[in-house]
């Protein structure tokens, strides 16, 4: 029986980490939990081993946005207080800027650029991060978006393609860019992946 208690303890212990408590969820079915529960409850789960790593791969695409942050400051406060190093894995730049100190743009299972978060997002160099960060909607009726993207291209061709990836859909796409693989150049402090920076 001491057994079982130590072990409730520790549950308790690990779960009041990510801002839950052993009475709260006990006995209860995952569709009887909230999303933010749910998904508090599987990093409670992940910790329950005391890991170094964690890979969280889209852990607030179904969130809400007052959940996201919510989760997003835990991540950082394990990182900060347990030394947890987090993968975080994402299509949202918002939530990557917030929580990474240094970022992997990928394409196509290419990383096309990588360095300090500040750096990538702040004043990104490969064509593909700039469009990336162009797409994201800005709250202000003013600024209209524009910019005309091409997707006639397959996501089979792109991967298929001799070269570079994003040659079809690149407005700075040079002929070399169509006919050999370009290797990752050290820039301004992060890698491209990308001739412009040969």
Not at 59 to 83: C, G, T
Not at 157 to 171: K, L
Request: overall charge negative; some cysteine.
């Amino acid at each position: 029986m001491a057994d079982k208690a130590g072990a409730d303890r520790y549950i308790d212990q690990t779960l009041t980490e990510v801002g839950l408590s052993l009475a709260e969820v006990k006995g209860r079915y995952p569709n009887e939990l909230s999303g933010g529960q749910a998904q508090r409850v599987a990093i409670a789960r992940a910790l329950l081993t005391r890991p170094s790593l964690i890979v969280a791969d889209e852990p607030v695409s179904m969130l809400d946005a007052s959940l996201r942050m919510s989760i997003v400051n835990m991540f950082r406060k394990l990182k900060d207080e347990q030394h947890v190093t987090f993968l975080y894995v994402t299509h949202d730049l918002a939530t990557a800027f917030y929580s990474a100190d240094r970022i992997a743009v990928m394409l196509r299972g290419w990383i096309v650029e990588m360095g300090p978060v500040e750096q990538v997002l702040g004043s990104p160099k490969h064509p593909y991060t700039v469009s990336l960060k162009e797409s994201i909607p800005q709250a202000d009726p003013d600024k209209v978006w524009n910019t005309k993207t091409s997707l006639v291209e397959l996501e089979t061709d792109e991967y298929m393609r001799v070269g570079c990836r994003f040659a079809g859909r690149c407005p700075a796409a040079m002929d070399v860019c169509r006919q050999q693989v370009p290797p990752n150049f050290n820039h301004e402090g992060r890698m491209v992946k990308c001739f412009l920076y040969e």
